[in-house]
């Protein structure tokens, strides 16, 4: 008994010494920067710039189309880089997973990119640059089937379509 009681008071003394790696962000809310900062090599005001520094998908909850508040957050990111480009025009893509029949999915995903474009509209992005259209579940961006792949399926794509820097 002594031996056991030794050998669980080592393990748990390695076990305190032990490093924690940092949790993995799920796909339904992916990690972003705090403050967007110029990624090596993206010139500024490109699409590539856009896509790094300030990100272009929001995601969304099971049959949902309100915007949580990291969502909320990249928007935000969105708009303040739109308003330093006032050229660019964008389009908002709502998709969904694939559960659903195809006509439920097209209407929601036209109300999550509504969700996203009346947001940007109301931080003072003018709704003539943006366009929406929903895919519905047309275009996964992970085609399996398991919750990992719906949560990054249940999106808002915003792209640029005109006015980035090349």
Excluded at 3 to 13: D, E, H, L
Excluded at 56 to 77: M, N, Q, T
Excluded at 132 to 143: F, H, I, Q
């Amino acid at each position: 008994m002594r031996k056991f009681i030794i050998a669980i008071a080592a393990v748990g003394t390695l076990a305190a010494c032990a490093s924690r790696p940092e949790p993995t962000p799920t796909p339904s809310q992916p990690s972003q920067p705090s403050q967007p900062s110029q990624p090596a090599g993206a010139t500024p005001g490109s699409a590539e710039d856009f896509r790094v520094s300030v990100g272009d998908r929001v995601f969304f909850g099971y049959d949902r189309f309100d915007l949580s508040p990291e969502a909320r957050s990249i928007l935000e990111r969105q708009a303040a880089w739109l308003r330093q480009y006032p050229n660019v025009r964008i389009l908002v893509a709502g998709n969904c997973d694939e559960r659903g029949t195809r006509e439920y999915n097209l209407a929601l995903g036209a109300r999550r990119a509504a969700a996203a474009r009346d947001y940007l509209v109301s931080l003072g992005v003018n709704a003539n640059r943006v366009e929406t259209v929903s895919y519905g579940k047309e275009r996964p961006l992970d085609p399996r089937a398991n919750e990992e792949a719906w949560s990054v399926n249940r999106n808002g794509h915003t792209q640029i379509v005109s006015g980035a820097v090349s």
